[in-house]
């Protein structure tokens, strides 16, 4: 009997590609992705119209996003084991069924909680989607040609939040906003009939999950309740801590005590199961361990930065949607371009090297925007999402690429898992991050200025003084002149404490691209262009 292998425990046996052209498949897998990655943005930008026609409040609205994340979460966890027991191929086409029947759902929805509803059944559809595409693409490519896979695959992963927020408004603006969920059914069916046709369950798969229904299924239920609880508690605490006072909150500190006693309950749980439904002896590895935390930062910085610089941009700047949505689409151009050269590169340099380029790149991006102003031009912010955008790539593929070095073939599934929720749970983190930075800097430096701003202070008088004869200038009477000199005073005083909060963000988001590079070094060297070996 002859084996024919490669260097990471790769075989042809295990390729889900069948007859077919390999990078066909990796085009195929990744647009469900893309449809999943898409619909998150997108969904985020139509709030306000989700709202309005379900006539609730915005603050309500916001469950739209909370219970989606949160179904998401908790399927993506144990999609490893799930794809193991159910098979890959047909694990993966009940979660984009499920998802395309969801957003059916959603587009017809008719009240918040109906919409809420199906917003949870499109979560656990989309939640298992990612993890089985970037295992397919890890066991249909031999270990030299991963990156250039993982470059297709990531161009769903990186550019659709990019693009997102631009399509959402143009949608919601032209028509309404169920067509931000009905748009996903053609390409949910366009996705099945694909992967139908052409995706095949890799034959060393199928044998051992047949051994696995041979041996009888030990199913986990501690271990599954404990992943369920936790990171939906912990999701519910990152996306609603701060809009409600995180700790000042009983409902916040309560589900933050479930959330971490789960956590912690499942680490010991798990490493004494013979068969646990998360893997942690995967976290164990150090190179393992070093990509779940590269990861973790890459999603905290991509998923803040694509919500906090819009947000910069309407809310100071006066941008419409459209318009703001359009400063981020020259980074996705960008990370277009990148990711097939950065593909190329990861099959001959070392990942960790790309890595401390890609968080050197990310770093700096974010250092270029401490420099805004309240004149900054539009040039200035797609600059800075250009930076960005080059930089993503060197962090994404070579990570992902990394995370599968010297996991055996039957534990990618588990790999791919940990890795996705490593992007899920640090966008999550990264947004929660950015926004109580800016709410508590902005109460820090509101403390200082507005000592600037006391009557007795000389500055201020001379500003009113100068405010006033302007606007008499402009016609208004000494007392309307001396009213809108304390109002102009007011609001540019506001615009740069909030300008100040923001670069603060910024700081911080840079600090995070900076912890990236130490760990990129503490990673080993793998073998490259290893050449098959017969035996």
Known sequence: MTDTTQAGGWSPERSAAGGHNPYLIAFVVSIATFMEVLDTTIANVALRHIAGGLAVGIDESTYVITSYLVANAIVLSISGWLATVIGRKRFYMICVATFSVASLLCGFAWSLESLVLFRILQGLGGGGMATSEQAILADSFPPAKRGQAFAIYGVAVVVAPVIGPTLGGWITDTYSWHWVFLINVPMGLLSLFLVGSLVSEPSGAEEERRELLRNGIRVDYVGFALVAVGLGSLEFVLDEGQRNDWFGSNMILGFALISAFCLLALIPWELTRKDPIVDLRLLGRRQFAACFLVMLGTGAVLISTTQILPQLLQAE??????????????????????MPIVGRLVSIVQPKYLIMVGATIVMLSMWHLTGLTEDMTYGYAAWSRIFLGMGL???????????YDGVPPEKTNQASALINVARNIGGSMGVALAQTVLAQRQQFHQSRLVEHAAPSDIG????????????????????????????WVGQTLQRQIDFLAYIDVFWTLAVIGALMIPLALSMRSIELNAPARGH
């Open 317 to 338: 700047l006066d941008y419409t949607a459209m318009l703001a949505g359009l400063v981020l689409s020259p980074g996705g151009i960008f990370t277009l371009l990148m």
């Open 393 to 403: 790539p060197f962090l994404f593929l070579p990570v992902t690429t990394a995370s």
């Open 460 to 487: 201020y008088q001379q500003t009113i003084d100068a405010m006033t004869r302007y606007f008499q200038a402009q016609g208004s009477n000494a007392t309307d002149a001396a009213s809108q000199a304390i109002a």
